[in-house]
């Protein structure tokens, strides 16, 4: 069974940091573009950042450029988000996603892209 296990949410004030990691399994994503997205109630999922999977060709939502980094470990196929200085506004449900069999230094901003995804993971960011 092919999983996507998000971990590391939670609470924290403003400023602090986080790092969420992604752990898939039942296949290998090696050769998969990851990506992370974000969604708050009533509000659409919203890409976050991606990263390819080769190269290390890494896109950013403007709104945590500068703050947050993707990172990829392929031989423990695990995906990961290092969120420093956050905000209020990062609060959200934080999902990876996986966009399988595409070109090795692409990475797509559409969650229709993506082919797997994880049941995601809540942070809360106090002010």
């Known amino acids: 069974q092919v999983q996507l296990v998000e971990s590391g949410g939670g609470l924290v004030q403003a400023g602090g940091s986080l790092r969420l990691s992604c752990a898939a399994s039942?296949?290998?994503?090696?050769?998969?573009?990851m990506g992370w997205f974000r969604q708050t109630p009533g509000k659409e999922r919203e890409f976050v950042t991606g990263?390819?999977?080769?190269?290390?060709?890494?896109y950013y939502a403007d709104s945590v450029k500068g703050r947050f980094t993707i990172s990829r470990d392929i031989a423990k196929n695990t995906v990961y988000l290092q969120m420093n200085s956050l905000k209020p506004e990062d609060t959200a449900v934080y999902y990876c996603?996986?966009?399988?069999?595409?070109?090795?230094?692409?990475?797509?901003?559409?969650?229709?892209?993506?082919?797997?995804w994880g049941q995601g993971t809540q942070v809360t960011v106090s002010s």
């Open positions: 996603a996986a966009d399988a069999g595409v070109n090795m230094y692409y990475v797509a901003r559409d969650l229709d892209a993506y082919d797997y």
């Open positions: 039942g296949r290998t994503f090696s050769k998969d573009a």
């Open positions: 990263i390819s999977w080769r190269g290390g060709i890494t």
